[in-house]
């Protein structure tokens, strides 16, 4: 997604899903034809996505790296 892109869209739903009946899990009225362009669809609720290989990387590997990694925050 770039800068100025609209939020309020399909393709950012978490109901939006390519197998359903025009592509919505909700029972919606009518096809949005654009997925990627604003809309006002009373069912929009935003899709969180979490990315576990980020939660990964930043975890400890060792109680001392969990230690050295508190004592980085307080040095000059």
Known sequence: MKCGADLHTCGN????????????????PARVAN???RNACT???P??????AADK???PQTPDDARKAFDALFKK
């Not at 739903?13 to 025009?22: E, H």
């Not at 899709?47 to 576990?52: A, F, T």
């Open 35 to 37: 997925k990627h362009a």
């Open 57 to 59: 990387a930043r975890q």
């Open 13 to 28: 739903c978490r109901f939006f899903d390519t197998t359903t009946t025009w592509e919505c899990r909700e029972n919606i």
């Open 47 to 52: 899709k969180v996505i979490k990315d576990l």
């Open 43 to 45: 069912f929009f609720q």
